[in-house]
């Protein structure tokens, strides 16, 4: 496929386009993590839909999971219609379901609402980076590009803290009414100033690759959960679906290998920073995106702190990841990508180890500061790692290019909570059981569901003991579940050192 020339930009209309194409990537991303802060609330069976621990990880894994299968429809439809006609498509479908998802009335009906969000970002994140690029001239696209990873990265970030505000002023559905003004400011700002990006030859949509990713990514992650859900590992209703999973996603990329239009181009594998780049960026977004679902639990079950404290704690990394994206491109030029990449990897998988001393008594302040160091962190591993996967690019495979990078940071997003949620609930579920004794088995099972339930079933039953026992055994379960994405970081330095290059990569 190519590309016609792409409309020159004045630079005060630059600027809007740059900023329609971030505010549209920040909601996208926000909404991977909004979720978060109102599981205690969603579990709760009067102020909202008494949802269990595996529903809660679907609510939230339906959107990511959705996100990351049709990424790739969404790269092959911006390269094929345009990016301007993408985002617009994306963000309409995005609206409407943010609409049904804040009304929902049962835990189903919120995870079908969450998929279906899932297809409106799956169009607008590779739309917005070839947006981002092809709207800049030359020069200008390493800003640009960093800036868009800013809006990613920040999005995921301060997802907790606008789900928090809200929260405490609102019901559980204003975290998704929020994005129907967003997205219609988007809306907007794209008749008004986002110039049309056309394409010479029209790449065909692949169809079969988008049913084997999405049954594929569907299958794994229900499995991952299943196992969660106290089924064990070898039970057939785990087993069955992690193996179709994994058979369907061999079948996806063999598929794709032989495709002369794909969608999830896996011969960009065979350029060595552009695989590097993409993986790196899965394990980034694993450590993150798995790390804010228990720390939601831990800072208001554990800590006690309200949704709007436990964002304006977890705020703090925001700023880090913002200040880190910005100043990665100028220690890129002194160092070196590889260099940058590694120490910021480094110091997260640090952050990570912090949960191993975090207990009931752990200061807010020292929580905060953590979340602080680990955003810069991760701001100084994501623009380098995007960077150097898009380098290899030409511009008239932006938009496929983006949904692969997009696509691989949604899958580490959507294993991140699966495999997090089902360390976290197998452990806590194990650390809870001998302090179950004399309950019902109604209400052993309900303390089992999660330490919200837990915590409830003690007040009614009057057994301060078995608040305790569940404080206790959610505490090291997170340690659990946080030292295994630290052990897990290790492989991203590994990459980073094999696959990112010198000093004048």
Known sequence: MTVSADPVVRPRIWAAVLGVAVLAQTVAAMDSSVLNLAVKT??????????????????????????????????ALADRFGPRWALGAGLAVFMVTSALAAFS????????????????????????????????????????????????????????????????????????????????ICLVGLALWVPRLHVDQQRPLD??????????????????????????????????PLVAG???????AVQQSRSRAPSFDVRLFLRRRFAGGGLVLTVAFFGITGQLFYASFYLQDVLGLSPFGAGLAIAPTAVGILAGNLLAPALVRRFSVRAVASAGMIVAIGTLTC????????????????????????????????????????ADRSGAGSAVTSGLRQFGGTLGTAVGSTILSAWYRSGLRPALSGLSDDQARQALGSTQAALAVARAAGR??????????????????????????????????????????
């Open 355 to 394: 949960y191993l001393v975090f207990d009931a008594r752990t200061p807010v302040v020292l929580f905060g500061l953590m979340m602080l160091v680990q955003g810069f962190a991760m701001g100084t591993v994501v623009v380098p790692a995007t960077s150097a996967a898009m380098d290899d690019l030409p």
């Open 464 to 505: 301060p003991d078995l608040a305790e026992a569940a404080t206790s055994a959610f505490v090291h379960a997170m340690r659990i579940t946080a030292g295994a994405s630290a052990v897990l970081g290790l492989s991203g330095l590994v990459l980073i050192a094999v696959c990112l290059g010198g000093r004048t990569d």
């Open 246 to 252: 994994v058979v369907l996603l061999a079948a996806f």
């Open 207 to 240: 169809w079969p690759g988008l049913a084997l990713s999405f049954g594929g990514l569907l299958g794994l992650v229900y499995g991952v959960i299943q196992i969660g859900g106290d089924v064990g590992w070898d039970s057939p209703s785990a087993l069955v």
């Open 42 to 75: 969603l579990a709760d069976p009067v102020a909202g839909l008494g949802a269990g621990v595996g529903e809660l990880a679907w609510a939230i894994s339906a959107y990511t999971v959705v996100y990351a299968a049709a990424m790739f429809a969404g790269g």
């Open 105 to 184: 009335v049962t835990p189903l009906e919120l995870v079908l609402c969450r998929g279906g969000m899932g297809v409106g970002a799956a169009l607008i994140t590779p739309a917005t980076l070839s947006v981002a690029l092809r709207a800049s001239e030359p020069a200008r696209r390493p800003k640009a590009v960093a800036i868009w990873a800013s809006a990613s990265a920040v999005g995921i970030a301060i997802g907790p803290i606008v789900g928090g505000l809200l929260l405490s002023r609102l019901w559980w559905g204003s975290v998704f009414l929020l994005n129907v003004p967003v997205t219609a």
